[in-house]
């Protein structure tokens, strides 16, 4: 396994050096990641040409890292790499001088004309999450911005919870 500074990750394993033993891949994942100390829930599992991906979403206190995720592949029933991951690195502490989030009225408001903006069509909303976006830099402490991860029935967003900016999102698809 490789550690960078920045948090990213990744691993290659020998064939047979970890075996589902009859776990579901995704159980699986979950329990090689808390070895880790990266706790998560796992956004998607998908099967191709013999390879299945788990990828994983890293939590802080129950809450989503959207920017932080690990992609297992497993192939004839074991663990065979960690393709990429990133992590949080250290213990986060608030930021007494931190601005301030809109408010969930803004936030709606800020969707819908962004949803617009984008020339996206929705009918329905059918998950909002709270969740955070790491940012960090190289001189620099790294940040944890609010976001709101909103699905609807033709995608999902990233709204931003200090600025109302909306983003479409490809990090989260469970």
Known sequence: IQFHSNGEFSAAFPAGAFLLEGQAPEEHALDMLELLDFQGQVLSVREKEGITT????????????????????????????????RRL???????????????????????????RELGDVSKTITRVEESYL????????????????????TGSYQLNGLTGDLTLSSEMNS
């Open 89 to 115: 690195n250290g213990t986060p502490y608030p930021d007494m001088e931190a601005e301030r989030p809109i408010s969930a009225a803004s936030a709606l408001i800020r969707f819908v004309n962004g949803v």
């Open 134 to 153: 790491l940012s960090s830099t190289l001189t620099g402490p790294a940040r944890m911005t609010p976001v709101w991860y909103i699905t609807t029935d």
């Open 54 to 85: 788990v990828v994983v979403c890293q939590q802080f206190n129950g809450t989503p890292l959207l920017s932080c995720q690990a992609v297992l592949e497993y192939e004839g029933g074991c663990l065979i790499a960690i393709a990429q991951g």
